[in-house]
């Protein structure tokens, strides 16, 4: 006698998933599966399918999954593409699993680019007054804006849990351990001198190694400060100078980033590093869109041996 195999529904499938994702990932990548997969199981429930076996959904019940999440929930596109690579992942999954024999994705559309989320360059003339204001009145503040600047930590885990003893004051370096670094992956940043000393000026060399750069109460410490912290504080400083509200806490990473492209200091592979770039195509796109599609040298230096006179 044969047995009919009962396949799998989203909703069956779905909590196995997660507890993969869970163990195998970081924490906060982790937290962007679970509500996005929520959704599409409440659009399934809503479409008469959370009864359906998940081999059974199609490329067309996928892809007005995905109009209905940009044009009814108002999504621009980046979120969008998120909503794909969470709930496709559940679909490799099941395939991994034998429930599903095809990913259903061969239809969905994305939606154009609404708007442009990346951080803004903080305006040239806003710069200094902005820097010394914190300085003497936040000084904490002024550090993570140009830990930002020089070394180009991301304003998330990489700068809010760096640590004293992430600091070599006199080799001059900062380390990003995998633990804290976004892309999972170690690396070693180049101390500028001018940041070297405003950490002495902190008093990293006489602090607890273990102790955290950005503690609470303003200070090195052992505990850190929360979240959206020092993002709040920058935001008062901001109104304060009449900054435009395009321009972020974490525009002082992109800013620096943009001033070291302009002047040329490191090669394509150095600053792949620089930045924490995964990809060698990110930081050419990153030196392209900061730097301009003009080669400077090429436009400025680049003479013919004509020697006309232009008088005659």
């Known amino acids: 006698m044969s047995i009919l195999r009962k396949y799998k529904t989203f909703d069956e499938i779905l909590p196995d998933f997660l507890v993969e994702k869970r163990m195998s990932m970081q ?102 007054a902005l820097l010394q204001d914190m300085y003497k009145t936040d000084f904490q503040l002024f550090l993570a804006c140009m830990v930002q600047y020089f070394c180009a930590l991301r304003p998330g885990k990489e700068l809010r849990l760096v640590k004293v003893k992430d600091f070599d004051l006199k080799e001059g370096a900062v380390h990003v351990s995998k633990m804290n670094a976004k892309t999972g992956k170690e690396r070693y940043i180049t101390l500028p001198d001018e940041l070297a000393g405003y950490l002495r000026e902190y008093g990293v060399e006489h602090a607890d190694p273990e102790h955290f750069l950005f503690g609470k109460k303003h200070k090195i410490g052992p505990s850190h400060v929360s979240i959206n912290n020092l993002r ?69 230096k680049f003479k013919s041996r004509l020697n006309l006179n232009k008088t005659a």
Request: proline residues 4%.
């Open 232 to 300: 709040e504080r920058f935001n008062v400083f901001r109104s304060r100078h009449g900054i435009s509200k395009e321009v972020k806490f974490y525009s002082w990473k992109h800013t620096g980033g943009t001033d070291l492209v302009h002047m040329r200091l490191l090669s394509v592979t150095q600053l792949q590093n620089h930045f924490g770039h995964d990809r060698i195509t990110s930081t050419e796109k990153y030196i392209e869109e900061c730097g301009g599609k003009i080669n400077r040298d090429l436009k400025d």
């Open 27 to 128: 924490h906060k990548s982790y937290l962007a599966y679970p509500g996005r997969c929520e959704i599409f199981s409440k659009w399934l429930t809503e479409h008469g399918l959370s009864k359906t076996p998940l081999k059974k959904i199609s490329n067309a019940q996928v892809a007005s999954f995905y109009s209905w999440v940009s044009e009814v929930r108002d999504l621009d596109r980046a979120t969008v593409e998120k909503y794909i690579v969470a709930i496709r992942s559940l679909f490799q999954y099941a395939q991994k699993r034998g429930e599903v024999s095809d990913i259903p994705f061969g239809l969905v559309v994305l939606p154009v680019k609404k708007r442009d989320c990346s951080p803004k360059y903080i305006p040239a003339d806003k710069q200094s």
